[in-house]
């Protein structure tokens, strides 16, 4: 069993309400597929938009897809899942919303749980980034980073060693979203 496996398998898929309205339980095959588990044995895209992110809100299985994504950077994945899992990750770091079912019932604030959780993977995001495996997922960890590492000073020093394979959003700062700072703002 894998790291993927073992933190699918750690969650209460059952319990939680998918954004589709069903059981979140059909996430953990969609992930094990995502990840080039499933049946297949190799990567195969999967959209989770409306099961657990939207442009607008976030819903409950949130934390849990944002682990599995973790848990996939320090497994050994093709780099095409690679990919999708941190897009996967940026859409949990960067959600703005909480949906109603989840807020009424909890109080949940899933987009700073996400955030929260990805902070505990700091060190896996950068090895993203330094490892210059593919400048897509260089920029993509670049781009989660910006959103949650609280070392301004530390983002900025591997934006600087970095510079020549990180794309230009990256390198001029155009990525950047200090978000804990503004959502301390307000």
């Known amino acids: 069993m894998g790291l993927i496996e073992m933190e699918i398998a750690g969650q209460d898929w ?3 309400l998918c954004g589709c309205g069903s059981s979140a339980e059909h996430l953990a095959q969609d992930l094990l597929r995502l990840a080039g588990r499933g049946p297949l044995q190799e990567p195969s895209h999967v959209s989770l938009e409306t099961h657990v992110w939207s442009p607008l809100v976030l819903w409950e299985p949130a934390p849990a897809v944002t682990s599995v994504a973790l848990a996939a950077l320090a497994d050994e994945v093709a780099p095409i899942a690679r990919e999708w899992f941190l897009h996967l990750l940026q859409c949990m770091v960067a959600g703005e919303g909480t949906d109603w079912e989840s807020a009424r019932r909890g109080g ?3 987009p700073e749980l996400c955030r929260d959780l990805a902070v505990q993977g700091l060190w896996l995001l950068y090895e993203e980034v330094m490892s210059n495996r593919s400048l897509g997922a260089a920029g993509t960890a ?4 910006t959103v949650v590492e609280p070392d ?4 900025q020093r591997v934006r600087e060693i970095a510079a020549d394979w990180l794309p230009p959003c990256c390198r001029t700062g155009l990525c950047d979203d200090d978000l804990r700072s503004r959502v301390l703002d307000h």
């Open 108 to 110: 949940l604030d899933l």
């Open 152 to 155: 301004r000073a530390r983002l």
């Open 142 to 145: 670049f781009e989660i980073l």
């Open 14 to 16: 059952k319990g939680m």
